[in-house]
């Protein structure tokens, strides 16, 4: 607002003090000029004889002004924009429990009014030192200590169930009758000289949910779960990933019930004729005595892994005893995207007129990754429309077709490769599965 329209409207007010709008308008133009006059206009105003935005508006002038009193009481209600700005005046009052209260409570009722600097300064903590020397009263938000560390290196995860794995009914229900029936009944299952463990070995697209069929397994078990990561394994030392290796499998036979979970098993059991280090080979070696457990004892301990390359894994690894339990994860099928979308969605804000079933119909050869992109394509789209209307706007049918155009299918390229070895290095028939997929899918 240029000076002049200023000096008019001032005018105005001096000619009508009692025109509510027009005093409001001199000090919404004042402030936003950086004029201090603005908090002199206030006068008489009752908070309630106003708007939300204007209140929030007048108690942030009185704030600046030094009026704390007052422009707490302008901040009094139950909309977001007050509790944001009654955190500012707790803030300036010393409340800072109150303070961030208020800020979280404005955050959900309108998240775009998120702060995430005003967050960290209300989380800040106080203390006062009053030793020897000046008085000190320090502001810090730094309370790591070494089992924060802990927990940032090795995050705790939620236990997963089968629940939230959408689809892939076939193969749960093998892991459920093979797996976890002999963790839940070992009496029954020794009498039958079974015993609970093993390995089962996961392979197929990435992104069509290994990992996390892993993860649900060994929370099916109530099984302590230990993702081996390959930086765990492999050592640049002669020796070391041996040994190494022997040491996750010593503290999983401790842990029992224990999964052990190998991603990118290749890494680890790749093929030994196409090693050119004897370290390589010797890794696999050591690998393969662990598993056999002649000299240990493996009972209660399940080995999973995955792999997105089964031809290339040493052959070795699929001698009964250790992997003898080879499943093919597919990309899930129309009923199963469906299914992922409602998991993916739910904790979301969402429309109730998304159609599920509809994108499923449109995704055909989605991995549940590419689902997962597809959905949060779609959120950053009511992100921006929600910080465009200034209020939360949910994922709606439009976001997800729309991201539709965006996202393609990454299993392609893959079932490509997969074809050429199922046509011609079908040994045995490992990969009858991916030829029936193929074939039930026209892509043979």
Request: aromatic share 6%; proline share 6%.
């Given at each position: 607002?240029?000076?002049?329209?200023?000096?008019?409207?001032?005018?105005?007010?001096?000619?009508?003090?009692d025109?509510?709008?027009?005093?409001?308008?001199?000090?919404?133009?004042?402030?936003?000029?950086?004029?201090?006059r603005?908090?002199?206009?206030?006068?008489?105003?009752?908070?309630?004889?106003?708007?939300?935005?204007?209140?929030?508006?007048?108690?942030?002038?009185?704030?600046?002004?030094?009026?704390?009193?007052?422009?707490?009481?302008?901040?009094?209600?139950?909309a977001?924009?007050?509790?944001?700005?009654?955190?500012?005046?707790?803030?300036?009052?010393?409340?800072?429990?109150?303070?961030?209260?208020?800020?979280?409570?404005?955050?959900?009722?309108?998240?775009?009014?998120?702060?995430?600097?005003l967050?960290?300064?209300?989380?800040?903590?106080?203390?006062?030192?009053?030793?020897?020397?000046?008085?000190?009263?320090?502001?810090?938000?730094?309370?790591?200590?070494?089992?924060?560390?802990?927990?940032?290196?090795?995050?705790?995860?939620?236990?997963?169930?089968?629940?939230?794995?959408?689809?892939?009914?076939?193969?749960?229900?093998?892991?459920?009758?093979?797996?976890?029936?002999?963790?839940?009944?070992p009496?029954?299952?020794?009498?039958?000289?079974?015993?609970?463990?093993?390995g089962?070995?996961?392979?197929?697209?990435?992104?069509?949910?290994?990992?996390?069929?892993?993860?649900?397994?060994?929370?099916?078990?109530?099984?302590?779960?230990?993702?081996?990561?390959i930086?765990?394994?492999?050592?640049?030392?002669?020796?070391?990933?041996?040994?190494?290796?022997?040491?996750?499998?010593?503290?999983?036979r401790?842990?029992?019930?224990?999964?052990?979970?190998?991603?990118?098993?290749?890494?680890?059991?790749?093929?030994?004729?196409?090693?050119?280090?004897?370290?390589?080979?010797?890794?696999?070696?050591?690998?393969?005595?662990?598993?056999?457990?002649?000299?240990?004892?493996?009972?209660?301990?399940?080995?999973?892994?995955?792999?997105?390359?089964?031809w290339?894994?040493?052959?070795?690894?699929?001698?009964?005893?250790?992997?003898?339990?080879?499943?093919?994860?597919?990309?899930?099928?129309?009923?199963?995207?469906?299914?992922?979308?409602?998991?993916?969605?739910?904790?979301?804000?969402?429309?109730?007129?998304?159609?599920?079933?509809?994108?499923?119909?449109?995704t055909?050869?989605?991995?549940?990754?590419?689902?997962?992109?597809?959905?949060?394509?779609?959120?950053?789209?009511?992100?921006?429309?929600?910080?465009?209307?200034?209020?939360?706007?949910?994922?709606?049918?439009?976001?997800?077709?729309?991201?539709?155009?965006?996202?393609k299918?990454?299993?392609?390229?893959?079932?490509?490769?997969?074809?050429?070895?199922?046509?011609?290095?079908?040994?045995?028939?490992?990969?009858?599965?991916?030829?029936?997929?193929?074939?039930?899918?026209?892509?043979?």
């Amino acid at each position: 607002m240029d000076e002049a329209t200023l000096r008019s409207l001032l005018e105005a007010l001096a000619a009508t003090p009692d025109n509510t709008a027009l005093r409001i308008a001199v000090i919404r133009g004042l402030h936003g000029a950086g004029d201090a006059r603005a908090a002199d206009h206030v006068g008489a105003l009752v908070p309630d004889a106003i708007s939300v935005a204007d209140r929030a508006l007048i108690s942030g002038v009185l704030l600046g002004a030094g009026a704390v009193a007052r422009a707490l009481a302008f901040a009094d209600g139950p909309a977001p924009e007050l509790q944001l700005a009654r955190a500012r005046v707790l803030h300036a009052q010393g409340d800072q429990p109150g303070a961030l209260a208020a800020y979280e409570a404005a955050v959900r009722g309108n998240p775009t009014l998120e702060d995430r600097d005003l967050r960290a300064l209300l989380a800040a903590s106080i203390r006062v030192h009053d030793g020897d020397g000046p008085r000190l009263r320090l502001v810090s938000n730094d309370d790591t200590d070494k089992s924060e560390i802990e927990r940032l290196l090795h995050p705790a995860q939620p236990p997963v169930t089968f629940a939230e794995v959408g689809g892939l009914d076939d193969i749960k229900a093998q892991i459920e009758k093979r797996i976890i029936l002999p963790f839940q009944k070992p009496a029954l299952f020794a009498k039958f000289k079974k015993k609970p463990g093993g390995g089962i070995l996961l392979y197929g697209p990435p992104g069509c949910g290994k990992t996390l069929l892993a993860r649900a397994t060994a929370g099916q078990c109530k099984a302590q779960f230990l993702n081996v990561a390959i930086e765990d394994v492999l050592d640049m030392w002669i020796g070391e990933s041996e040994r190494k290796l022997h040491a996750l499998f010593e503290k999983a036979r401790a842990s029992t019930p224990a999964v052990m979970f190998f991603d990118e098993l290749e890494a680890l059991a790749g093929k030994r004729e196409y090693t050119r280090e004897a370290t390589s080979s010797k890794l696999v070696s050591q690998f393969l005595s662990e598993m056999d457990g002649f000299v240990k004892n493996n009972a209660g301990v399940l080995i999973l892994a995955a792999t997105n390359v089964p031809w290339a894994i040493d052959p070795a690894f699929r001698r009964p005893g250790r992997f003898d339990r080879v499943l093919f994860v597919p990309p899930p099928d129309r009923a199963a995207r469906a299914a992922i979308l409602s998991i993916l969605l739910s904790g979301r804000p969402a429309a109730t007129d998304i159609d599920p079933a509809a994108i499923a119909a449109r995704t055909s050869g989605f991995s549940g990754a590419d689902l997962e992109n597809l959905v949060d394509t779609a959120a950053d789209r009511a992100i921006a429309a929600s910080l465009e209307r200034g209020t939360e706007v949910p994922i709606d049918q439009r976001h997800l077709i729309s991201a539709l155009g965006e996202i393609k299918s990454t299993t392609v390229e893959w079932l490509t490769t997969a074809r050429n070895y199922a046509r011609y290095s079908n040994e045995g028939g490992q990969y009858d599965e991916v030829l029936e997929f193929l074939r039930r899918h026209g892509k043979s």
